[in-house]
């Protein structure tokens, strides 16, 4: 017993020490156990891409409603959804969307006004006068209908060239306007609605290179000029091919050094279990460490409606199971996984954390801190749940008693439980996947 407790320890910590960057523990006890919770309690908020033609589907919704505190209309807010036909508007579906969040509390990210894509074949045929006109009056347009309403807007999308020349890329309106109109865009949405952040938009640009730095100067010159811009968005679409630059927390720094928010707008991450999730822990955390990085969205709910489905870039899988990355993400922001408060005799209460420490092909170690609340505990119960055909191989540093169906584990510390106030433990366990590599069910703590 003592040789395989010894072990198991080893494995632990050598798992501790391969999560260093993804793992951060919750350490109060009411942590929360939504991303958009987690986040906001970090004074961040937690979105996704909505497409409003899913919302009417029940696990979509119940999983934007539940772990989403900010949305952004994936296609719908854009030129060719809204004005298809010059001066003819049509907010239905984005309407959906704005009024989805709002009945929520969630946030809105407009999205976008100025791009060159999704662009209807109209504006490109017009001269000089009349597409400053018709770009002025979109802009116009629609930030007056959602006026109150969005948080920040995309005023300008994807406006350089990809590559290491720094330039603008060819649209219509760089072509026929030049350079001003970026400004112009940015002068009349502030006209239109004071009360918006102003977003630039890019992607490519989330480490430092050519692009990145033609955006940072534009920024800079903006800033300097007294152009109104607030914040910048950085896509964030990262698979093995364009994975997470080591510098992405100092790029997010030096452009919140210039004065601007910095947003992560459209994060999606292709790949699967841990390398996945050690992936968007790095966001995560580098969102953290930047005080000016307001929030994180992901590019939709699900991997089943992500726009490319299968490189299952998302949090939640296309059944809607939470992934590893889920994981990783929640315990970044200081959430809990499903465990949370119980309580106890004689106001003892205590809070029980997940965290994955370490993954394999076929299994993965989780582990629990257990936390007294504000009062001394002589000892504490945490359940937990594993998906069958997942079973609990081995546990550490606990006590557990099991349910006849093997799947439920009560866990109980291992002789003597007292913690003082504020005090906390670990136990560990072995999951063996099967297959299956969703997380455990961390049952409330219960304190006595
Ligand atoms: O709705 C029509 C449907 O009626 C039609 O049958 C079908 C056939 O092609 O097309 C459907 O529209 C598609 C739309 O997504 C909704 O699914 C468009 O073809 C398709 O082009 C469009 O793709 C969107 C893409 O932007 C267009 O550029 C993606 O959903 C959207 O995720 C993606 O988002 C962009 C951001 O706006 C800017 N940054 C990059 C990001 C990823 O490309």
Redesign the pocket.
Known sequence: MRTRIRRALVVTTAGVLGAVGVLSLAGTANAASTLGASAAAKGRYFGTAVAANHLGEAQYASTLDTEFNAVTP??EMKWDAVEATRNSFNYGPADQIVSHAQGKGMKVRG?TLVWY??LPGWVGGLGTDDLRSAMNNHITQVMTHYKGKIYAWDVV?EAFQDGSSGARRSSPFQDKLGNGYIEEAFRTARAADSGAKLCYND?NTDGQNAKSNAVYSMVKDFKQRGVPIDCVGF?S?FNSASPVPSDYQANLQRFADLGVDVQIT?LDIEGSGSAQATSYGKVVNACLAVSRCAGITV?GVTDKYS?RSSGTPLLFDSNYSKKPAYDTVLSALGGTSGGGSGGGTGGATCTATYTRTDTWSDRFNGQVTVKAGSSAITGWTVPVTVTSPQRISTTWNGSPTWDGSGNVMTMKPNGNGSLAAGASTTFGFTVMTDGNTSAPTIGACTAS
């Open positions: 994936e296609n999205h894509s999704q999308n992607y896509q679409h459209e590019w726009w």
